[in-house]
């Protein structure tokens, strides 16, 4: 079976009805805001559906893992889209000789640094980056000034987190809805933690997809 063919068994599975993607939905925030809840959800499908694909028999790596890879129904349900670059895992393991492709920004360091094995820990890396982007409303590929200094978008979380500023961190956005007022911010701690294990530059300490769906099942809000 194609990857293709997978992808059609996947999204017929849970009912997708339209094409608007992350990306364009947060173009949208000022007239629309989206709550950290329905941010929430969205993230969620998008590790079910990563789930889905790396359990298969013969696990599929999405490799360009990303918002605007990510497509949103009028319930803001997700869909991974764009499996243009996806490889199906056919041996045993949990990687595929292939050259390391993705966007920068989502990219996981082994692949910046020339790695030609593509794995399922790399989806894992794109994941987190996206939850930190979907959290935060900041694009990943551009540098954010810190207190006069520039620094990555991924360095900038881990030093905001490490000074206690996480409410400060939250997409603006978020405020607007009158729901999202009472956060506690333990709870919005356990959000960064899942996204930091995602990205630990390590691959094998990154959890697998289904775990993820089961820290974020759990730990929300």
């Not at 999204?11 to 993607?21: E, F, I, K, T």
């Not at 050259?99 to 082994?110: F, H, K, L, R």
């Not at 405020?175 to 930091?196: H, M, P, T």
């Amino acid at each position: 079976m194609t990857c293709s063919a997978v992808l059609s068994i996947y999204s017929n599975n849970l009912h997708y009805l339209s094409s608007s993607s992350v990306n364009k939905n947060k173009k949208s925030y000022g007239k629309s805001p989206l709550s950290l809840e329905a941010r929430h959800k969205i993230i969620t499908g998008v590790a079910k559906g990563l789930a889905y694909i790396h359990d298969l028999d013969k696990p599929i790596i999405h490799r360009d893992v990303k918002a605007r890879n990510v497509l949103l129904n009028a319930e803001m349900e997700a869909k991974i889209s764009n499996f243009r670059l996806a490889r199906r895992i056919e041996s045993e393991g949990s990687q595929v000789s292939s050259q390391a492709v993705g966007t920068e920004g989502y990219m996981p360091p082994e692949y910046e640094e020339g790695s030609r094995v593509a794995t399922v820990k790399g989806d894992v890396y794109s994941f987190g980056i996206l939850i930190l982007e979907t959290v935060t409303g900041k694009k990943p590929f551009l540098s954010v000034d810190l207190n006069s200094e520039s620094m990555s978008f991924l360095e900038w979380t881990r030093v905001m987190v490490a000074q206690n500023r996480v409410r400060g961190m939250l997409d603006a956005n978020i405020w607007v809805c009158d729901s999202q007022r009472g956060l506690e911010e333990d709870n919005i701690k356990e959000y960064f933690r899942i996204a930091f294990m995602c990205v630990d530059v390590i691959p094998k300490k990154r959890p697998a997809m289904r775990d993820v769906v089961e820290l974020l099942t759990r730990s929300f809000l």
